[in-house]
């Protein structure tokens, strides 16, 4: 399946002939066939035409809206998936301590892992001392166990992260330095881009939990939010470092974004990405998802990324309506 993503102001996005054409300003044409498009994505101004936008509600295509700095607008989404008692079983569970803390112990010791393979991967190429930091991380994973509430949980979670960041801080090339997570606006190149590539994670995960009947705002481990998804918060957890954090590292360590990539809003305040940088960036993240690995122990071939967040939401599914939290298996690299 495609996924169309389109950040070129003044675009028009329509379809014709049984296939979905973007129309530029300078003239150029692309298109896809309808059959094979699942997600739009656009970015700022951008037009879509109404008979685009009826054969998407007909054929279950989201379009998912941004700024041009990649903040999320909302979503145009067709109601075909609705699945009411899946989703009445889903809103019981999120009074189920129980069911609860076992399901984000699960989540949060494998973002843990995750995050310490990453440390590992780009400390190695740098032979960078991270030993202490990685031992101060596993700490919080083997207290998870022992954890009785959500908040003990989250509590390990967060110590970690700030060690992780920490960590990452010195790992990257020291032009884009950072000392730690910062967002709402960012505040430096590396916090851009992970704060753009969470957003299209999230509202990817997003449409597909409503494409199994899920209800995206019934959250099992953080709390409640107004206007938030706070499922797909929870299920983007254990994809942040594996996906996102990685390919920021590589695109800036590797110098395929420079300084100038990057500028200082003036209307909007904070680090954001220069429109031919977006799109390499952009693309880059897409060539991700579609890459294939053996993550899965549940499965005995390769499945791209975006394949893998599919069998992760139904394995979810499974743990819901079987009330077990042991029936989700994270994703852990290695």
């Not at 101004?45 to 041009?68: A, D, P």
């Not at 009445?88 to 009074?95: G, I, K, P, S």
């Not at 207290?143 to 989250?154: D, F, P, S, T």
């Not at 509202?203 to 953080?222: D, Q, S, T, V, W």
Request: aromatic letters at 12%; charged letters at 25%.
């Amino acid at each position: 399946m495609s996924y169309l993503y389109v950040c070129e102001q003044g675009a028009t996005i329509g379809i014709t002939e049984n296939r979905f054409q973007v129309k530029y300003k300078d003239g150029m044409v692309k298109s896809i066939p309808a059959e094979t498009l699942e997600v739009i994505e656009v970015f700022g101004k951008v037009q879509i035409t109404t008979q685009c936008m009826t054969e998407c509600l007909k054929r279950g295509v989201n379009i998912i809206f941004y700024s041009t700095n990649g903040a999320y607008f909302g979503r145009l989404i067709s109601t075909n998936h609705v699945n009411v008692q899946r989703q009445r079983v889903q809103a019981r569970l999120t009074e189920d301590a129980q069911f609860r803390v076992g399901f984000s112990k699960r989540i949060v010791n494998a973002k843990i892992r995750n995050q310490i393979v990453v440390l590992r991967r780009y400390a190695r190429n740098q032979e960078s001392d991270i030993q202490r930091a990685v031992i101060e991380m596993q700490n919080m994973y083997k207290k998870l166990e022992a954890a009785q509430g959500i908040e003990q949980v989250m509590g390990y979670e967060g110590t970690a992260a700030k060690i992780y960041f920490r960590e990452l801080g010195r790992l990257i090339d020291p032009e884009f330095a950072f000392t730690g997570r910062n967002r709402r606006p960012p505040r430096d190149p590396f916090n851009s881009l992970i704060s753009l590539g969470y957003s299209i994670i999230l509202n990817e995960l997003y449409g597909k939990l409503e494409a199994k009947g899920l209800n995206p705002y019934f959250g099992i481990m953080h709390s409640d939010r107004e206007k938030h998804p706070t499922l797909a918060s929870d299920l983007m957890e254990e994809w942040r470092a594996v996906l996102i954090d990685s390919t920021a590292l590589s695109m800036l360590n590797g110098h395929e974004l420079l300084r100038e990539d990057f500028y200082y809003g003036t209307d909007q305040p904070g680090v954001f990405l220069a429109k031919d940088a977006f799109k390499k960036y952009v693309q880059k993240l897409e060539t991700k998802f579609r890459t294939e690995s053996r993550y899965l122990t549940y499965v005995d071939y390769s499945v791209s990324f975006r394949r893998a967040m599919d069998l992760q939401i139904n394995q979810f599914v499974r743990a819901i309506e079987g009330h077990d939290p042991a029936q989700y298996t994270p994703v852990m690299i290695r």
